[in-house]
């Protein structure tokens, strides 16, 4: 190529100043129309993804559930869990807890339901999202206080309460059981998320206790990620390597070592385990009082059918016992030598009724090889299927409530079926503002390829000039080419400063509001996240446009005739 | 909806008359679980009037129709206009709630809150009084006796037997003559009183007394109570079809 082209290029830019300037505005306009545009939706997202969502269900998020129950989340082994999960997912920010309950609150002669959501000690970052409105927010943490809560104004207002005042709340807890709590008012805050807004806040530890878990179990564990857009891949992932273990207690009746297991209660789990074992004592039918024990087992200890016994055994976490007592319904022997005499096989009722209420100890050997059990007995949980929709999800756990499993039902979620209307309602603004700014771009690049293609044909007699001192058609291709590749730079650019310059001015403008688009204000201003491969691909689209449409017409007018391009005139 | 668990909770205290001596908690407990056992259908007009703070009061009537045999019961609502026609349907480990006007059932699970209430699907569950608590304490000092109006009682205490029992400890006062019950308290996990049952008269029909006029009083929610009273009382055999969707379905054709 000609060096000289480039040069020629950029003194014809400057020749015609007036001309290319007014261009590279309407270009420079266009780019930060794009900018802004891209930077407030990605600001929305983020503030979703980050500043709602995280808060309300994590980016994945793993519900444990016992009895059925879709209100409360329990996992017994957490640490066993956030193993696995560091294991198999990949740039994880954090694992949050999640422990929430509704119940009744009484204020000063005014009662409401209300949503108590456990926040960490010393680690609350959530009430960066709130202003304060009284109180004082350190006072949180302070052990001295009993039960301190966090409430928004509007729900202070409404239940009459200032700081100091108490609160009683009613709620039910982790079992079912009835809880009535006095909460203590530390601060009453205020955010202009509506979707914080409506929560309020107690100590993580103090909730737990509540609510009946043990400081060691856990609500579902939340994943928080470095880039959330990976959840529903990462989730998969994971579900597809969970696999729960056996749930078996190694206990002792009368000191004896015994293996005490349940079985599946579905009409071909029971048929393939009366092939495996034959009840030669007692009741034959597998009832909900089934306790079922190897009878040598049984004439070694003096045990017949109707005997009660106690099966001990040490708990995890525990360096004590727990007990459980059943009455045995009938003796079996084995059909198949692999089976031992000191397992005892109980209904999933009995068994995860001790189970779960006085978890035994893993031991590294916690149950016995018995292949030909296997597929027979129950895991300590249940592996729902994965739901790719907030429909199929809704119907999982309805179909699980009409289930009445016994066992506890581990499911993995993302936000993508758990938050779905906020997503929906993230998507749906996504669509209106890019049709918005896609229609005024549209406007200004019509106003840009009709300005570039006038040029070009004002320019034609001097593409003749130029044709007739010898200039070859590919260099003057060339020469537009280059004339629009420096205009859309400059202007491109012009346009990211402006666009900075635009976005910078918009945030520092405060909104004080308390209708729903409150939601994407951060700390009152509007939020807007600058991404730079959005802003290189944005530059680059509109740089290619500007090339793409001077190509043709100089392409065409190059090809003329040295004497039709003299000859050529306007109008 | 609480008017519902209310409803179930009366209409199990149904006493047989028969003179009682006994002296122990446990067999004051398996007293009342016989009281609740009814080996006959029966089938009542209940009346609710329920008043809550700020709320005004509300009155509620519905037909009852119950079968332990069958772990079976059945509510249609007649009062107020608004809910005449709905029901409520429960048979063995399911329970649905009928809408009229979309003619739809919906299942309602164990711990599904009914109604936006406390109650929920597990308040349902028939299960015995000796099953579920303990005496809270033993010996002599385990039943008091007392007066309640002018009726010689006996108070006694239980406790949960386990975790899974929504008030952990109970609190009853049963006639000394007949073992039935006059009052009951039932506390929260934190020991705090949450609502106290009157049981204002019985009326004695076929050889049972049934509670006809009960009150409950929400004691935490200070000023919400219930009435309720029964009417038309009849333990006569009910069709097995009447327990069934189809039935409620037909009542609102």
Known sequence: MNPTIPLLSFRNLIRQRRKNLLLGAAIAFGTMTLIVATSFVAGITDTLFNRVIVYMTGHIELNMSENGSQYYSVHRRPELMKQLIERHITGIKEIREGVAVFGRGIGNGKSDNILMVGVPEKNNSLFTQYDVVNGDLDTFNNRDIRNPIVISESKARYLRLKVGDTLRVRLRTINGQQQSVIMNVVAIVKSTNMFLEMASYARLTDLKTMLGYQQSESGSLQIILENPSTARRQADRLHRALTSPPAWIQGSIQSAPVWVSSFKSDVSAVASLNSKIKVVDGNHALTKKTVLMGRAFAIDHGITVGSQVTITYPLFRSNTTASLDVVVTGLFEPRDDEIPQSVILIHPEIFFGAYYAHLPRLTSSSAPIIPCLSGLLVPEWILQDRSHTSEELKKKNQDLGRLKLKNAVLDVRTMEETASNVLTFDAALRTITYSAVALLFVIILIGIVNSLRMNIRERTREIGTMRAIGMQPRDIVNLFLYESLFLAVFSTMSGYILAIGVMRILSLIPIVTTTPIGIFLVNHHLYFLTRWDTVIINISLISFIVILTTYFPARAAAKLECVAALSHSEG | ?253
Request: positive net charge; aromatic residues 10%; glycine residues 6%.
């Open chain 2, 1 to 253: 909806m609480n008017y519902i668990r209310r409803l179930i909770i009366i209409m199990c205290v149904i006493g047989y008359g028969l003179p009682t001596y006994a002296q122990t908690v446990t067999e004051l407990m398996s007293k009342i679980d016989s009281a609740m056992e009814l080996n006959s259908d029966i089938t009542a007009r209940v009346q609710l009037t329920q008043q809550r703070v700020n709320q005004g009061t509300r009155v509620l009537e519905m037909v009852y129709r119950r079968r332990d045999t069958a772990d079976a019961f059945l509510i249609v609502m007649m009062a107020p206009e608004i809910d005449k026609g709905n029901g409520y349907l429960k048979s063995g480990d399911n329970f649905w709630m009928y809408r009229k006007n979309t003619r739809t059932f919906q299942h309602i699970n164990r711990d599904e809150s009914i109604g936006g209430t406390d109650a929920n699907a597990g308040d349902f569950e028939q299960k015995k009084l000796i099953e579920l608590y303990k005496p809270a304490k033993e010996g002599l000092d385990a039943i008091k006796k007392e007066t309640l109006g002018r009726i010689p009682a006996y108070k006694f205490e239980i406790k949960a037997k386990s975790s899974t029992v929504k008030y952990p400890k109970k609190v009853y006062w049963v006639r000394q003559d007949n073992g039935l019950p006059l009052k009951e308290e039932s506390y929260s996990l934190s020991g705090t009183l949450m609502a106290t049952n009157y049981y204002l008269s019985y009326a004695s029909i076929d050889n049972h007394f049934i509670v006809n006029r009960a009150l409950f009083i929400d004691e935490f929610e200070k000023g919400n109570k219930t009435v309720m009273s029964l009417s038309e009382v009849s333990l006569k055999p009910i069709d097995a079809s009447v327990f069934s969707k189809a039935y409620l379905e037909n009542l609102s054709k």
